[in-house]
């Protein structure tokens, strides 16, 4: 299960495309164009609605964690499922804490990756060492945004 199937699940529900939310890539700019349009529209969003509830905000979050997984397929296609339950892990622990019952359930994922292809895991430890504390500060981030609004 993909990562992010499995915080679709989490949350019960689908998880909305980054289409959805009016952000398409087009042939100059590609994902990260994409990427960039839709925080464009989220930082525009933020500033004019200063009372987000809290599905609008999972729906944010989601969006923005599944827009590093394209970053991550698009740069580190090699390695895209150990990369990306390395970012989940980083994210999770700084989103909710490192004893949360999904930061366990994406160290659990990790750990498997890992487990399956240690050479692949050793070849690209520096890669998942800076996603998970990317990820870790992106969580972090997003938590104290989410308690000042």
Do not use: N
């Not at 529900?13 to 398409?24: K, P, R, W």
């Not at 609008?56 to 090699?78: G, N």
């Amino acid at each position: 299960m993909s990562a992010s199937a499995r915080m679709t699940a989490l949350r019960g529900g689908q998880a909305d495309s980054l289409d959805e939310h009016g952000c398409h890539a087009d042939a100059a700019g590609g994902t990260l164009g994409m990427i960039l349009a839709g925080l464009g529209a989220f930082v525009h969003d933020a500033a004019c609605d200063r009372d987000i509830d809290p599905e609008a905000a999972r729906s944010r979050i989601e969006w923005f964690r599944r827009s590093v997984h394209a970053l991550i397929a698009q740069y580190a296609s090699r390695h895209y499922a150990l990369a990306v339950s390395a970012y989940d892990v980083g994210f999770s622990a700084g989103l909710h804490g490192l004893e949360a019952a999904a930061t366990q359930m994406y160290r659990w994922c990790y750990d498997t990756h890992v487990a399956t292809d240690p050479q692949g895991a050793m070849d690209a430890s520096s890669l998942t060492d800076h996603l998970i504390e990317a990820g870790f500060m992106h969580g972090r981030g997003i938590r104290a945004w989410m308690v000042e609004k």
